[in-house]
């Protein structure tokens, strides 16, 4: 679905591809079908199995394709074939061609599945002037309130994350958000009556890509 001029596939949980011009995957997943295009760029949030498989990462890389990754992540994938694994944490900005690429902080306060410490992050990638945040795995935090993006992917289905609720107060708490898109529901947690609750509850637009 193209959304503000990008064109935005959620394969399912938090796997997706931006594509303008630039075709970018973040968290590849259980991904399946002919004609996977191959990744300009691989962003992967953190280390855990349904965001980090090196599976589904070589299959959408070449020798072109740059991995962008935190310290514990770039672990599993620095045996694959590319062009080159960047390490990246919270705070930093990485600048390839004409996108930009910034890690922000992805963490649980109430739960121990994503500490703090760990420096897992989400990422905003600006592509032709439209900012896209795929926030990770993460609760409500307090970082959340500088959040300014065009497109926001939210996980919604808790447990590990935010819930429905929880991910509608991030709409209302980011300084800017046109659009959101529920992810991280329908497979290992969540429900589309997740998915619901959140576009009820949510302070801007809502898109469902899955």
């Given amino acids: 679905m193209k959304v503000l001029g990008i064109d935005i596939e959620l394969f399912h949980h938090a796997s997706v591809k931006l594509k303008n011009g630039k075709v970018i995957y973040i968290d590849p997943f259980e991904l399946s079908g002919p004609g996977l295009e191959k990744a300009d760029v691989v962003l992967v949030t953190h280390s855990h199995y349904d965001h980090c498989s090196p599976n589904d990462v070589e299959m959408i890389s070449d020798e ?8 514990d992540a770039m672990s599993k994938l620095n045996h694959l074939k ?9 705070g930093k900005t990485i600048k390839i061609n004409s996108e930009t690429i910034t890690a922000v902080p992805a963490y649980n306060i109430n739960k121990q599945y994503h500490p703090k410490d760990n420096d ?6 600006q592509m032709n002037g439209v900012k896209v945040y795929h926030s990770g795995d993460t609760d409500l935090i307090p970082e959340m309130k500088d959040i ?5 992917l939210l996980p919604v289905g808790g447990t590990y994350t935010m819930n429905a609720m929880e991910a509608a107060q991030a709409t209302k708490t980011f300084k800017r958000c046109n659009v ?4 991280h529901y329908g497979t290992i947690v969540g429900s589309a009556s997740d998915a619901e609750t959140f576009r009820e509850n ?8 899955m």
């Fill in 64 to 71: 072109n394709t740059i991995i962008i990754t935190v310290a």
């Fill in 82 to 90: 590319v062009k080159g694994i960047v390490l990246i944490e919270p």
């Fill in 120 to 125: 897992w992050v989400g990422f905003i990638v």
């Fill in 148 to 152: 300014d993006v065009d497109i926001a």
């Fill in 180 to 183: 959101a898109i529920p992810m």
């Fill in 202 to 209: 949510a302070g801007c637009e809502v898109k469902f890509l």
